[in-house]
């Protein structure tokens, strides 16, 4: 599976971006899938997952009922959509793809190469 994460960009706090990650391959649909973020001079960390059929996601609690992920099966692309955007969420953000529906960065396999979203106060 090989991922391009986009749609990252500028925004002020409490506005919103919608991230895609199209994937190319024919495992994408069997494929679960992650959004990581890494913030400057921070670690990368987990933001949430959606299992292969979209039918279970599952959230970090910094961004719980702001952030949703979701999928088109047909269009080989996993979304995250991010409301009431803070300047804490400034950072790089990942997609990723495995067979394995985890939360961790060690769960996932194939890496799309991010997105930067800033967030102005």
């Known amino acids: 599976v090989q991922l391009q994460a986009f749609g990252g960009g500028l925004v002020q706090a409490g506005g919103s971006l919608r991230l895609s990650c199209a994937a190319s391959?024919?495992?994408?649909?069997?494929?679960?899938m992650g959004w990581f973020r890494q913030a400057p001079g921070k670690e990368r960390e987990f933001v949430a997952a959606i299992n292969w059929s979209g039918g279970s996601t599952y959230y970090a609690d910094s961004v719980k009922g702001r952030f949703t992920i979701s999928r088109d099966n047909a269009k080989n692309t996993v979304y995250l959509q991010m409301n009431n955007l803070k300047p804490e969420d400034t950072a790089v953000y990942y997609c990723a793809a495995d067979q394995v529906y985890g939360l961790v960065i060690g769960d996932y396999d194939y890496w799309g190469q991010g997105t930067l979203v800033t967030v102005s106060s």
């Open positions: 391959g024919r495992t994408f649909s069997r494929s679960a």
